[in-house]
């Protein structure tokens, strides 16, 4: 004969309702949207060069890269997926990148992180332009 009570219906019926709720948490600390977001692995033509000003930044969403201008007319590019979870960036305020995600924040002229929870900086990618078109490619060795 067991010592151990066994469970009451209520027991059963609040661990049950609160299961799904523990599972939402989960949720907003992945990527979403079904398909996992990738930084390029092959040179990809982000724009006109012209939409980079000089001392700003552009975030491209599509191809999860964020390129700056320097105020020489040097351009930088970094992946736009956050270090702390993988989530896309999706926001660009001036040059701080927002990660939708935890809030981690990042300088878009540096990869720097500005704001925990992230503490590694965001992967430099290879930048050129051809023919006047902004073209990024796999990350800088």
């Known amino acids: 004969m067991s010592t151990r009570p066994s469970a009451t219906r209520r027991t059963v019926l609040r661990g049950a309702a609160l299961t799904p709720v ?3 948490g989960l949720a907003a600390c992945s990527p979403g949207g079904g398909a996992t977001p990738t930084t390029p ?7 006109a060069e012209s939409e980079v000003p000089k001392g700003g930044a552009k975030l491209y969403q599509d191809q999860n890269v964020v390129v700056s201008r ?3 007319g040097s351009l930088k590019a970094y992946s736009s997926l956050c ?4 989530c896309a960036i999706n ?5 701080t990148l927002v990660c ?4 981690s924040r990042f300088d878009a002229s540096t990869g720097k992180v500005t704001q925990s929870p992230a503490v590694a900086p965001l992967q430099e990618l290879s930048v050129e332009v051809k023919d006047g ?8 060795a």
């Open 133 to 140: 078109r902004i073209v990024a490619g796999p990350p800088v």
């Open 83 to 86: 270090t702390h979870a993988g």
């Open 41 to 47: 692995t092959a040179p990809v033509t982000l724009g």
């Open 22 to 24: 523990a599972g939402l």
């Open 91 to 95: 926001k660009l305020s001036g040059t």
């Open 70 to 72: 320097a105020e020489d």
């Open 100 to 103: 939708p995600c935890h809030g």
